[in-house]
């Protein structure tokens, strides 16, 4: 298997008991080793009452992103510290965008970096997150 197939069917697996990021509406945009990208759109339930994004919202999107490009060799990871700085926030309606990059990978840790923007490409959040392997496999025999 390719390391491209072997991402798309660890993000294929993960997707089909992701009842979290599905129920928010999240869709999964792109997948290869170390990165990924996801999208959202801000719904009503998701407006705090600034009349804005919840920020737990964009967390979510991007340590969604986060999981999808971690989990794409096979190998099971979990979030272990993350760190989100707001720039500005989402509003209803807006389609929320999150772009995980790898930037490490070592061992049984990662570090990624992702990028949440908005509607017209600005930036939303940045996120830096670290994660740890969590032992198992997606698939045993690759």
């Known amino acids: 298997m390719t390391p491209d197939a072997l991402a798309r069917a660890c993000a294929d697996s993960m997707w089909a008991d992701d009842h979290a990021s599905r129920g928010l509406g999240m869709s999964l945009d792109f997948v290869a080793p170390g990165r990924s990208r996801l999208s959202m759109t801000v719904g009503q339930a998701m407006v705090n009452g600034l009349g ?3 920020g737990g919202f964009i967390f979510t999107l991007a340590d969604s992103a ?12 979990l979030a272990q510290h993350i760190a989100v700085t707001y720039v500005r926030p989402g ?27 908005g509607d017209d ?3 939303v959040a940045e996120m830096r997150g670290h994660t740890r392997l969590a032992g198992g496999k997606f698939f045993p025999e690759v």
């Not at 986060?66 to 990871?77: C, E, L, T």
């Not at 807006?94 to 930037?103: F, H, P």
């Open 52 to 54: 804005m994004c919840h």
């Open 91 to 117: 509003r209803l309606g807006e389609r929320l965008v999150a772009e995980a990059e790898e930037r490490v990978r070592s061992g049984r840790t990662g570090m990624y970096d992702v990028r949440v923007t």
């Open 66 to 77: 986060m999981a999808f490009a971690s989990n794409a060799y096979g190998d099971r990871a």
């Open 121 to 123: 490409g600005s930036v």
